[in-house]
């Protein structure tokens, strides 16, 4: 079973599909134990609800070329 640290850093993945069916299985046992873990996975899927509503911000053509080159080489 997941801990509730670990569960704070997959939850993205959750919330998005990008876990593996064990990990899925692993994720909602969790969720059914822990009170306070369901609480945070509640303010999440809100959280995504609410930015979700929210309309795009423009991004200066500057500052786009600038973020586009720091994630280029993020990985590398």
Known sequence: M???????EV????LEGRMSFIDRVRFRAHIGM????????DQMK?????????PPEKIPPEVQT?????FRDWKG
């Open 2 to 8: 997941l801990t509730c640290r670990e569960l704070t």
């Open 11 to 14: 939850i993205t993945d959750y």
């Open 34 to 41: 822990c009170r306070d873990c369901r609480t945070y996975l």
């Open 46 to 54: 809100q959280t995504v609800r609410t930015m979700g509503k929210l």
């Open 66 to 70: 600038q973020l586009l080159e720091r």
